[in-house]
């Protein structure tokens, strides 16, 4: 049997409110035990750029509007999914390597990536505005 965790967030539509988000989940991810890398790297860098993500580009800076996070901690993975009012987008045509010669030196375009290379899966899907799946195994 998981034993786990569930979290509900609804926040306004501003950078803000980011840290408090993130710092609640990991400080979950440490109670249950999940690794030092994943509490100091994965989850808050996924979920930090996730949580931009929402805000800057679905949402579009727009004061009025709210992101929701959903998150499921247990023994077995944490999957985070993050709702905003925007349009949605095509995951794979907006994900860049940044790693390209062309990129490296860009101020933009890397959340996407660090999302996909941190996490074990990303997903999107629209299910009552755009979200933004992460999903990432224990272990």
């Known amino acids: 049997m998981a034993i786990g965790e569930s979290l509900d967030f609804r926040i306004p539509s501003d950078v803000q409110y980011i840290e408090g988000v993130v710092g609640e989940v990991v400080a979950r991810c440490q109670a249950l035990a999940f690794s030092r890398r994943h509490t100091a790297l994965n989850v808050p860098v996924a979920l930090t ?21 959903r998150v499921e901690i247990d023994d077995v993975q944490l999957v985070a999914e993050v709702r905003d009012d925007g349009d949605g987008f095509d995951l794979d045509a907006c994900t860049e390597d940044a790693t390209l010669p062309e990129n490296v030196i860009r101020e933009d375009g890397r959340g996407l990536f660090l999302m996909q ?3 074990d899966r990303v997903e999107r899907f629209r299910d009552g505005g755009n979200v933004v799946r992460l999903v990432l195994m224990r272990g």
């Open 49 to 69: 750029e996730a949580l931009s993500n929402a805000i800057l580009r679905g949402n579009g800076d727009t004061v009025g509007r709210s992101v929701s996070v």
């Open 117 to 119: 290379k941190l996490m």
